[in-house]
């Protein structure tokens, strides 16, 4: 009994050693595995199981996370991928741990290192979309996966050796505790090194996103750098113009490979577009207006003269992301554009360059960003949120927010400014209506719209009669007066509706 004893404690004090090692040696791993995104082609675990953890969401999930997390959801994402990363490096050091406990003389660290490679090369690359070894971008992977979990093995090795040492030199309490922090000291480093390259934009997306409302009521036009931005990935492609062809294919009898200049030279159209995002909560921020140019798809789609049993458009994206619309509809609506730039400006990066879909009264989701190809089918095919359960035929829902004032104001008593916008896709607004008391409705004065297809500023002076707390509500009406509905439903699977409402204090 004393003797199983005295093995259990020691392969628990093996397995402790190895597990605090896997976490110090794991920390510099995924520290390097961020630091080479910049430097070369090379993409971190968290960046390529992102896209294969969200296929796999049941779609009401997804909507969920969305509609309560909002940017905050991609953050938690990432930062829980990395966690449990870093979980699995620790236990994989606590193999190591136990069995160098058992044969201390053979390399353990080497077959820890070769059995990690082969789960990630063989398992966990090819899951991100990177082939069998992760040989897509070439032989580097594989060989970069090597080096680097040959490196987490030597520090693992190094940290372990270490421990054992200090503990065998009891004559000696600095050279142990040297000899103990040591290893701990580097996996803060690396710890330190990943919150320094990561923490910044995770701040940046959740606390001041572009699309960040700012007080009172936005400009008819938002400017680029305050234009919402919604995207599935943790990192968004960044196209070259030079090389890049847009492709149109398909049932065509004239296929087109058209160059960034190539299409800059053709017959141009201007658009003035708000655009939603489906995932939009009643009264949010993913929502601005923009002025698109660029080129009618019905004209690119006729250069391509498509043959007689084409019925619809589909759409490919350099970040995978695939999108269709019916022929008819493409062919009807002269305002469906392949855009190139915003704002009388090329468009940025973070929106689609060098090319995007514009589809006026549709969802975000509809429009592709880094536009690739353009194929003519048989049938619209179900994009990559159709996939995950998201309605993709379904055209805005009239909606309206207040952006003056704020919600938990403190406002004096007197005549007090109320404004926001209101927004139909292609139907218009007709009306915009107030509530002070949750009975009674007032009209609101419209701006003129800078467009058929974008939103309308309202504005507003209530003039409360005493002090008090107060719930405002705003209501719109589209082009055709049908009223926005009042019944309130999350953003999945079609989109949020519901009023927005406000609380504000009035005071004397």
């Known amino acids: 009994m004393t003797d199983s004893w005295a093995i259990w404690t020691r392969h628990r004090a093996e397995a402790w050693r190895g597990f605090k ?8 791993l995924i520290a390097v595995m961020y630091l080479l995104g910049p430097l070369t082609s090379f993409k971190a675990l968290p960046q390529l199981l992102q896209q294969p953890i969200l296929n796999a969401m049941p779609g009401f999930v997804f909507g969920f996370l969305i509609d309560r997390l909002q940017h905050l959801g991609k953050v938690l994402e990432e930062l829980s991928l990395i966690l449990t990363m870093l979980a699995l490096l620790g236990i994989l050091g606590s193999f190591y741990g136990v069995f160098r406990g058992r044969w201390p003389h053979l390399p353990i660290h080497l077959a820890i290192a070769a059995a990690a490679w082969l789960v990630v090369t063989i398992g966990v690359l090819p899951a991100g979309g990177e082939g069998w070894l992760g040989l897509n971008d070439g032989p580097t992977v594989p ?3 090597a080096i680097l979990l040959l490196g987490y093995s030597l520090i693992l090795r190094a940290a372990c050796t270490n421990w054992i040492t200090a503990n065998e030199s009891p004559a000696d309490p600095s050279r142990r505790r040297v000899l103990s922090f040591l290893p701990l000291g580097l996996g803060a480093i690396g710890i330190g090194v990943t919150a320094t390259y990561l923490v910044p934009g995770w701040l940046k997306s959740v606390v001041s996103p572009p699309e960040s409302l700012a007080a009172g009521r936005p400009p008819a036009l938002t400017p680029a750098s305050q234009f919402y931005v919604v995207s599935k990935n943790f990192q968004d492609p960044v196209v070259s113009a030079a090389g890049w062809k847009l492709q149109i294919k398909g049932l065509v009898d004239i296929p087109q490979a058209l ?3 190539s299409l800059l030279s053709l017959p141009s159209r201007s658009e003035t577009v708000t655009l939603e995002c489906i995932s939009n909560n009643v009264g949010g921020s993913l929502l601005s207006t923009g002025r698109f140019g660029g080129i009618a798809l019905s004209d690119l789609v006729a250069m391509a003269s498509p043959k007689a049993t084409a019925t ?7 970040d995978g992301f695939t999108e269709s619309l019916d022929l008819s509809t493409v062919m009807a609506d002269p ?5 190139y730039s915003l704002d009388d400006a090329p468009l940025p990066d973070a929106h689609g360059f060098p090319a995007r879909m514009i589809i006026p009264g549709r969802y975000g989701m509809k429009g592709p960003k880094w536009l690739d190809s353009i194929e003519l089918t048989v049938g619209t095919q179900g994009g990559y949120w159709e996939g995950q359960g998201w309605d993709g ?3 805005v829902h009239t909606t309206s927010r207040f952006d ?5 104001d403190l406002i004096p008593l007197g005549p007090i400014a109320l404004g926001g916008v209101a927004f139909a896709g292609t139907r218009g607004i007709s009306a915009v209506e107030y509530s002070v008391d949750g009975r009674t409705w007032t009209d609101a004065t419209l701006d003129t719209p800078l467009s058929a297809q974008s939103w309308v500023l309202w504005n507003a002076t209530w003039n409360p009669l005493q002090a008090g707390s107060y719930t405002l509500r705003v209501r719109a009406r589209d082009g055709a007066g049908a009223v926005q509905t009042g019944a309130s439903a999350p953003s999945f699977p079609n989109g949020a509706t519901g009023y927005h409402s406000i609380g ?3 005071t004397t």
């Open 404 to 408: 003056l004032p704020h919600d938990g």
């Open 143 to 145: 060989i970069i996966w």
């Open 21 to 28: 090692g896997g976490l110090s040696s794991g920390a510099v």
């Open 259 to 261: 160059s960034l200049e």
């Open 504 to 506: 504000i204090s009035v």
């Open 335 to 339: 305002t469906i554009l392949v855009a």
């Open 312 to 318: 619809a458009v589909a759409f490919t994206a350099r």
């Open 393 to 395: 035929t379904v055209s």
